[in-house]
């Protein structure tokens, strides 16, 4: 019979060694939502927090490694965005770069998780409009600061996590794509112009009245803030496709999103932003069905019409993304022979 502590029971030893943990009877509950980091509720007497600590290998079907350093980097982007906006991330509590942890916020009852709401169904224009708005303060208050970009010069980080398995990987299993693949992973790796959270996803947002929270930002980033636009797009185009053939609003959530990130950051000169953001949405695209991290949720029938529809358009992109949208939502909606989702 193994006698040997559980990985909880070692690392509440370790908080206690540490000095993080103080009441005899605290104990830990692990929390999932997460592929790449070790996270629990801590409950310490009457004091509950969460711990998170960086794993060297994730927990996908891949290979896919990473440095544990990004649990530093997530740490001082929450330091920095919850001094630069308050309460948009969790507040932390301590930090133990050396064992690899820190403790933060437990954001608990009454917050729901963005992605649950969507998969729900719950398709909420002013969630998304909040999203964009929050980003584009980031990106537009970072904008070009040489402090934050030796703070966050993580690109091998950023490499490791989001350009190797999302764009390299997926530009290999197209063959026929592959150097539009490569080119973009290496213009996004030589752009610095904002700090970037790099998983800025549903998944990794909660949310509260009229208060959102921004979670994970392991993969944080001096760099291209396009990549946190087309990641959430993403997302948002893909739960459209999840509950297609139903109409949901998210065409709505969609130019919500993007107007309330424009106004915020680009104060109208959107041009330039939506020439670099077009194609690499329709690789992210691709990328949740071939990619290292393929969306859970999409059916086979569904994945194969991403895959027809990125090998289409991608080549030659639509200019903006309102068209990108409006032939994305005919094709889903209007002719589309998809099979309900149950």
Same mark, same amino acid.
């Given at each position: 019979m =193994?006698?040997?502590? /559980? &990985? +909880?029971?070692?690392? $509440?030893?370790?908080?206690r060694r540490n000095g993080n943990v103080f009441d005899p009877r605290a104990h830990l509950t692990p929390l999932s939502g997460g592929v790449s980091s070790e996270l629990y509720l801590v409950e310490d007497g009457a004091e509950k927090f969460v711990v998170k600590r960086a794993l060297p290998k994730l927990k996908v079907k891949d290979n896919w490694f990473a440095d544990v350093s990004r649990n530093t980097s997530e740490r001082n982007y929450l330091e920095y965005v919850g001094r630069l906006m308050p309460g948009a991330v969790p507040q932390l509590r301590f930090a133990n770069p050396d064992a690899g942890y820190f403790g933060m916020e437990f954001l608990g009852e009454g917050f729901a998780n963005w992605k649950q709401l969507l998969l729900a169904g719950d398709c909420r224009t002013e969630h998304a409009a909040l999203a964009g708005k929050i980003l584009g303060e980031i990106h537009r208050r970072t904008s070009f600061n040489n402090a934050l970009r030796k703070q966050f010069d993580t690109t091998a980080n950023f490499h490791q996590l989001r350009l190797e398995p999302y764009l390299l990987t997926t530009g290999e299993r197209?063959?026929?794509? !592959?150097? $539009?693949?490569?080119t973009e992973a290496q213009r996004i790796e030589s752009t610095r112009e904002s700090l970037v959270h790099g998983d800025f996803s549903p998944k990794n947002i909660l949310i509260r009245g009229d208060r959102m929270v921004l979670l994970d930002c392991e993969v944080a980033w001096y760099g291209e803030p396009a990549f946190d636009v087309a990641f959430c797009l993403n997302h948002l185009f893909? %739960? /459209?496709?999840?509950? @297609?053939? %139903?109409?949901?609003?998210? &065409? /709505?959530?969609?130019?919500?999103?993007?107007? @309330?990130? +424009?106004? @915020? !950051?680009? =104060? *109208?000169n959107s041009y330039?932003?939506?020439?670099?953001?077009?194609?690499? $949405?329709?690789?992210?695209?691709?990328? !949740?069905?071939? *990619?290292k991290s393929?969306?859970?949720? $999409?059916? @086979?029938?569904?994945?194969?019409?991403? !895959?027809?529809?990125?090998? %289409?358009?991608?080549? /030659?992109?639509p200019k903006n993304l309102a068209h990108l949208s409006e032939i994305w939502f005919s094709q889903v909606f209007d002719s589309s022979p998809l099979p309900v989702t149950a």
């Open positions: =193994n006698t040997e502590p /559980s &990985e +909880a029971t070692q690392f $509440l030893e370790m908080l197209h063959p026929e794509l !592959r150097d $539009l693949f490569f893909l %739960k /459209s496709l999840h509950h @297609a053939p %139903k109409r949901l609003g998210i &065409e /709505s959530m969609i130019a919500a999103f993007w107007c @309330a990130y +424009a106004e @915020a !950051r680009l =104060n *109208g330039p932003v939506e020439q670099r953001l077009i194609p690499l $949405l329709l690789m992210l695209l691709l990328a !949740r069905v071939d *990619g393929p969306a859970e949720y $999409l059916t @086979a029938p569904k994945q194969q019409f991403i !895959r027809e529809f990125v090998h %289409k358009y991608l080549p /030659s992109p």
